[in-house]
C-alpha cells in the first residue's frame, strides 16, 4: 500500500514547555509505519501525534487507531484534517492500557504503540509501557539518542544503567535508526532515534518487579561505590546476601539476569 504522506497543513506553533519537536521528514515518517510491523486490522496507538504528521500515513494504513494528545490545539487540527480519526484529549501518563486494550479488542496480541515521544518525559513514558506490558505487543517510539543508546547499552559500557536492566529484562529493545534535527520543525539540538520495544513471548524473571527496581535504583544511584557499600543499608535485612563475587563489583558490571539473582539474594535469603 502507498502511504499518503502529504504533510497536514497547520500554522500550529510548537510550545516549547510541551516539548514539541514536530517531525516532517518523510522518510523518517514511511521507516517508523514500516517498523511497525503490524497487520491493517491491528489496534494501533499514537502518543502525542501533534499536528499529524505520522497520524496520516498511520490511519490510511490502519483501521483501528486512536491517537492519544495533550494539546488541545493539536487535537483541533487532527478534527479538521482527518475528521474520522479517533483522537482523545490525555496525558498519556494517565493512560489506562488495559482498558484501552479491551476497548480496541486488542485481545492477547496486544496493542501496538507509536510516537515521537518528548524528551522531558521520555523515560517515564517508557516506564509507563514497561508496566503495561501485558497489554502491548510492540512499541515504536522516537527519543533522544542518548535515551536510545542506553536502552540496549550492554553491561560494562557508560550508557549502561536503570534503563538498560529494567528494558531488557521486560522487553526487548532495539536501536532502529538515527534522525538529524533538520526532521522537525523546530530542530532540536541534538540526534534522535527510533526504538522498537518487543513485549510479546518474553521469558520474564521470578522476582518482585517492586524490589528490583529498588535494588537497581539504588546502586546505579551510587554507581561509582562497589555493591557492597552502595546496597549496604539494602543488605542489613539479609546479612551477607551479596554474594562473595558481587560485593567488589560496580553495578554497570552485572548484567541484568545477574540483578534479578542479586534481588532475589537480597530478599529471599
Given at each position: 500500500m502507498?502511504?499518503?504522506?502529504?504533510?497536514?497543513?497547520?500554522?500550529?506553533?510548537?510550545?516549547?514547555?510541551?516539548?514539541q519537536h514536530f517531525l516532517h521528514d518523510r522518510h523518517a515518517i514511511a521507516r517508523i509505519v514500516a517498523a511497525l510491523d503490524a497487520e491493517p486490522d491491528d489496534p494501533v496507538v499514537e502518543i502525542g501525534p501533534g499536528t499529524g504528521a505520522l497520524t496520516k500515513p498511520l490511519a490510511d494504513r490502519f483501521a483501528r487507531l486512536v491517537a492519544l494528545e495533550v494539546d488541545e490545539r493539536a487535537i483541533e487540527v487532527l478534527q479538521a484534517e482527518l475528521p474520522g480519526l479517533d483522537?482523545?484529549?490525555?496525558?498519556?501518563?494517565?493512560a489506562d492500557w488495559a482498558a484501552l486494550a479491551a476497548e480496541l479488542r486488542a485481545g492477547e496480541h496486544g496493542l501496538t504503540v507509536v510516537g515521537n515521544l518528548p524528551y522531558y518525559i521520555t523515560s517515564p513514558i517508557l516506564f509507563a509501557l514497561?508496566?503495561?506490558?501485558?497489554?502491548?505487543?510492540?512499541?515504536?517510539?522516537?527519543m533522544q539518542?542518548?535515551?536510545?543508546?542506553?536502552?540496549v547499552a550492554e553491561p560494562g559500557t557508560k550508557a549502561y544503567g536503570i534503563l538498560s536492566v529494567q528494558l531488557q529484562l521486560w522487553a526487548r529493545p532495539s536501536y532502529l535508526f538515527t534522525v538529524k534535527p533538520g526532521a522537525?520543525?523546530?530542530?532540536?539540538?541534538?540526534?534522535?532515534?527510533?526504538?522498537a520495544l518487543d513485549f510479546s513471548d518474553i521469558e520474564e524473571p521470578d522476582v518482585d518487579e517492586d524490589r528490583l527496581r529498588n535494588v537497581v535504583r539504588t546502586a546505579f544511584g551510587q554507581r561509582r561505590k562497589m555493591l557492597r557499600s552502595s546496597l549496604?543499608?539494602?543488605?542489613?535485612?539479609?546479612?551477607g546476601a551479596i554474594p562473595e563475587a558481587m560485593q567488589?563489583?560496580?553495578?554497570?558490571?552485572l548484567t541484568p539476569t545477574e540483578f534479578v539473582k542479586l534481588t532475589q539474594a537480597l530478599f529471599d535469603g
Open positions: 502507498l502511504l499518503d504522506l502529504r504533510p497536514v497543513t497547520s500554522d500550529l506553533r510548537p510550545k516549547k514547555s510541551l516539548g483522537v482523545r484529549h490525555t496525558d498519556v501518563l494517565d514497561l508496566g503495561a506490558r501485558r497489554h502491548l505487543r510492540r512499541a515504536v517510539v522516537m539518542k542518548e535515551v536510545a543508546e542506553r536502552l522537525f520543525s523546530p530542530p532540536p539540538k541534538v540526534d534522535s532515534a527510533v526504538v549496604k543499608a539494602l543488605a542489613k535485612q539479609v546479612p567488589t563489583l560496580r553495578p554497570e558490571a
